[in-house]
Each structure stands twice: as structure tokens, then as C-alpha cells.
């Protein structure tokens, strides 16, 4: 059972910043979603178990940056110029390398295990 925990959320206005961590025990890809109201769960970013490779959604490219730190369990999520539309509950997820990962690095049904999220809201 891989245990994650988010934490780092909070409000801030547009434009902002803030950075996002997850505590992830064990050496597994990691994953970034996203879930505003009334919305589907979308992937934001994704990272290798050795960090070596990412992957970005359209939308946060250019100002979300993943990373981690395997020294510390620990995985980041840096989110600058954030705009309303980002606005929505973050989840990291954590899933084994396999073949497939790097097809489908942000898709949801591709990871096993999650946290219980940090809000995020930005205003205008």
C-alpha cells in the first residue's frame, strides 16, 4: 500500500504562486490531477521514479514545473502565474513503472494509488 499525502494548497490571486508537495513513500511514478466542480479529474504533470522524465498538460506548460526528491520522499508541484482557471482540488497519485506509463503518464486510470487532495483557488 503506497501512502501519499498532499499538502500546499491554499488561495491566492492570479498570477500567484505556490508549490504543492506530496510525501510519496517508495519509488514510484507520480502523477499530478486535477478535479475543478463540476468537472472531470484531468492530468497536470507527471514524473519518472528517478525524475529523469516529465510530462505537462497543454494548459500548465510554461508555468507548472514537476520535480521530486528522492532523498526525501517527496514530490512538487510548482505552479506559477496561476490563473481562476486553475482553481480546483490537486491530487498526487502514485503508480509502478511499467511500459505503458510513458503512454499514458496522465491519464487517471493509469495510477493505483492517491492522496486526498489540497485546494487550490485563485482569484482574479
Known amino acids: 500500500q503506497v501512502q501519499l499525502v498532499e499538502s500546499g494548497g491554499g488561495s491566492v490571486q492570479a498570477g500567484g504562486s505556490l508549490r504543492l508537495s506530496c510525501a510519496a513513500y517508495?519509488?514510484?511514478?507520480i502523477g499530478w490531477f486535477r478535479q475543478a466542480p463540476g468537472k472531470e479529474r484531468e492530468g497536470v504533470a507527471a514524473?519518472?521514479?528517478?525524475?529523469?522524465?516529465?510530462y505537462y498538460a497543454d494548459s500548465v506548460k510554461g508555468r507548472f514545473t514537476i520535480s521530486r526528491d528522492n532523498a526525501k520522499n517527496m514530490v512538487y508541484l510548482r505552479m506559477n502565474n496561476l490563473k481562476p482557471e486553475d482553481t480546483a482540488m490537486y491530487y498526487c497519485?502514485?503508480?509502478?513503472?511499467?511500459?505503458?506509463?510513458?503512454?499514458?503518464?496522465?491519464?487517471?486510470?493509469?495510477?493505483?494509488?492517491w492522496g486526498q487532495g489540497t485546494q487550490v483557488t485563485v482569484s482574479s
Open positions: 497519485a502514485a503508480v509502478p513503472y511499467s511500459g505503458s506509463w510513458s503512454l499514458f503518464a496522465l491519464e487517471t486510470t493509469e495510477y493505483n494509488y
Open positions: 517508495g519509488r514510484n511514478c
Open positions: 514524473i519518472s521514479t528517478s525524475g529523469a522524465t516529465t
